[in-house]
């Protein structure tokens, strides 16, 4: 009797190469993983500016010229570059839910998993399957005109309605599950996720949300309103932002910072809880305490937590064994 087979692995490998840090980071990927027997798929535009030449590497190196349908079939994508990479790869990736897994390259890189320097690491967690997955809300998002949708899309981090002219505010009614909330003349409103919490949302004054923590949240950007405050709602709310039909602005739909709608006064934006969560990589079980402590290299000078636990454990300790002594001098007794 035969065996089957053993099924075919494939990762998908994305990276900022108009760096040359990332092209670099990117071989080093390509040779180990190939040479471990896993097929490592690239972008045709990106294996060029690596200099790979397909022909040569089949067929441990496949090369698609469409980024649509990417994921399908490999078990992660190695993103490799900023959070705005990863934001691509999750655009890229968004059909397939393949997991992504964020080398960070970048500055903050609050989205990547690893950093330049665990590249090793990386690779053999990947090739060990040594990982765990963690599902990320998102967000769906839908623009209507006159009653009619004109456009659909999603975001990991947020959906941003904004002026588009710099002299004129734009004039928004917002609305929370079907009844109107307030009426601002604003900069814009975003629209965030807990994932998100720490990009544009923070930026605009919005509270810092842990990931486990399901929320929609809502950041009014210098509106001009007593009741201009941040706001968190349940992941089953509906959010949405009506441009005022009668404001002389128009507007502006940003997703990620990466896909854009025009809004024209009278347009309605819906922001619901996305059907497709973005799953990510973790090789580290780290709490999200620490990592917004490394991200924003904030100062904890002078914590005496753990200090304190170890010194009452071992103050617990003592007062155990001199029980202990006492009880046995006792019984010598």
């Known amino acids: 009797m035969t065996e089957a087979p053993a099924a075919v692995r494939r990762v998908l490998l994305l990276a900022h190469t108009g760096r040359q840090e990332a092209r670099d980071v990117a071989l080093s990927f390509v040779k180990a993983l190939t040479e471990q027997g896993l097929v490592v798929r690239l972008l045709a535009d990106e294996a060029a500016d690596l200099g790979l030449e397909p022909h040569l590497f089949e067929p441990a190196i496949e090369v698609l010229a469409d980024a649509r349908g990417a994921g399908e079939g490999c078990e992660v994508a190695v993103v490799l570059g900023g959070d705005g990479t990863i934001l691509r790869a999750a655009e890229i990736t968004h059909g397939s839910g393949t997991p992504l897994l964020g080398v960070n390259l970048g500055h903050v890189g609050f989205l990547a998993e690893a950093e330049v320097d ?3 690491s990386t690779i053999e967690a990947v090739v060990q399957r040594r990982y765990t997955l963690e599902d990320r809300l998102t967000i769906d998002v839908r623009v209507y005109q006159d009653k009619e949708l004109v456009a659909s899309t999603f975001a990991l981090n947020e959906a941003s309605v904004e002026k588009a002219a710099r002299k004129r505010m734009l004039e928004v ?6 009844r109107p ?4 003349g604003c900069d814009g409103v975003v629209c965030s996720t807990p994932t998100g919490s720490t990009a544009y949302n923070f930026s605009a004054g919005g509270p810092i949300v842990w990931p486990g923590v399901e929320a929609l949240l809502m950041v009014p950007i210098s509106a001009h309103a007593l009741f201009a405050r941040p706001m968190v709602v349940a992941p ?3 959010l949405a932002v009506e441009v005022l039909a009668g404001t002389e602005g128009a507007g502006v739909l940003w997703c990620d910072g990466r896909r854009t709608v025009d809004l024209a006064p009278g347009a309605r934006i819906e922001v619901r809880r996305g059907a497709h969560p973005v799953r990510l990589v973790r090789l580290h079980q780290a709490p999200f305490t620490d990592r917004l402590v490394a991200k924003f290299d904030l100062p ?4 005496r937590g753990a200090a304190e636990r170890r010194r009452r454990e071992n103050g617990d300790a003592s007062i ?3 029980s202990s002594s006492a009880a046995q001098g006792q019984a010598d007794v």
């Open 173 to 178: 009614v917002i609305e929370v599950d079907g």
């Open 320 to 322: 155990e064994n001199g």
């Open 300 to 303: 904890v000078e002078g914590w």
């Open 118 to 120: 665990d590249v090793d």
């Open 236 to 238: 089953t709310s509906v």
């Open 181 to 184: 909330l307030s009426r601002w």
